[in-house]
């Protein structure tokens, strides 16, 4: 099986900064596309930021210029660096992989989620 774990959330001021990471593990042959996304109550959930296993990366509007997504390949864990952060990034931050788990199955893999609190 697959596992994901986030941590690295937590209340913080406006303005200030959190580094989320969330580490696979579990049988897992490579890792391809790495994810997060985030949940507010009472919203559905979002796409934040994507990266590939090359490096490519890709942000939604809201959070360009602020949130760097980054991965070490090496111990199977992307990073989600969030600056300048805004109430409106309140939510609960989720990582996603697509995981190679056999030469014939793709697992998409979800973690527990951690929660982002920013306060005014």
């Known amino acids: 099986q697959v596992q994901l774990v986030e941590s690295g959330g937590g209340l913080v001021q406006a303005g200030g900064s959190l580094r989320l990471s969330c580490a696979a593990s579990g049988s897992i042959f490579s890792v391809n596309d790495m994810r997060w996304y985030r949940q507010a109550p009472g919203k559905q959930r979002d796409f934040v930021a994507t990266?590939?296993?090359?490096?490519?990366?890709n942000y939604a509007d809201s959070v360009k210029g602020r949130f760097t997504i980054s991965r070490d390949n090496a111990k199977n864990t992307v990073y989600l660096q969030m600056n300048s952060l805004k109430p409106e990034d309140t939510a609960v931050y989720y990582c996603n992989a697509e995981t190679v788990v056999t030469s014939r199955a793709l697992l998409d893999a979800w973690g527990q989620g951690t929660l982002v609190t920013v306060s005014s």
């Open positions: 990266i590939t296993s090359g490096g490519s990366t």
